[in-house]
């Protein structure tokens, strides 16, 4: 039995220890905001938070998460009021939307660490995150529209 916390509350997963953390968030428990892209951990779109930390789901068994802290995009804020939320749905940033709640965990990852990233930062946090649209300049927009509006507001959540 593999316990763990997720987006506040207390699982007990008791399957395969080896079963991805992205099966059992989007067949087990429904929360399907977290995509499945490459399912090698190259593309970025399974991101979620391990303790803070941004990790690709389709690619960390459940034997990596016992006693740790999950957070995904349903976590992210209660009702879609992260600064990062509100700078991408100011900026428009998605097109087919369907690598964009990974960018937001790997940018909320990135905010928790540094409060004002540069370009540079940016650009090597988000590396690993692929949009086939294309929407990298409005990524790095929004991203910068969310750490001025931390700033203004004394830090973030
Ligand atoms: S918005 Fe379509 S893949 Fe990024």
Not at 20 to 30: A, C, I, Q, S
Not at 46 to 65: K, Q, W, Y
Request: aromatic letters at 4%; hydrophobic letters at 30%; charged letters at 20%.
């Amino acid at each position: 039995m593999i316990k763990l916390r997720i987006n506040g509350r207390e699982r007990s997963f008791d399957g395969d220890p080896e079963t991805p953390l992205l099966w059992y968030l989007r067949d087990e428990l429904d929360m399907t905001g977290t995509k499945f892209g490459c399912g090698a951990g190259h593309c970025g779109a399974s991101t979620v938070h391990r303790n803070g930390e941004a990790i690709r789901s389709c690619s960390t068994p459940m034997r990596d998460l016992a006693g740790k802290t999950v957070t995904t995009i349903e976590g992210l804020s209660p009702n879609n009021s992260h600064p990062l939320q509100i700078a991408w749905m100011h900026a428009n940033v998605p097109q087919c939307g369907y690598c964009q709640t990974g960018q937001i965990m790997q940018a909320a990852a990135l905010l928790k660490k540094n409060h004002n990233p540069s370009d540079k930062d940016i650009d090597d946090a988000m590396s690993g995150n692929i949009c086939r649209c294309g929407t990298y300049q409005r990524i790095r927009s929004a991203i910068k529209a969310a750490a001025k509006d931390t700033a203004k507001a004394g830090g973030i959540a």
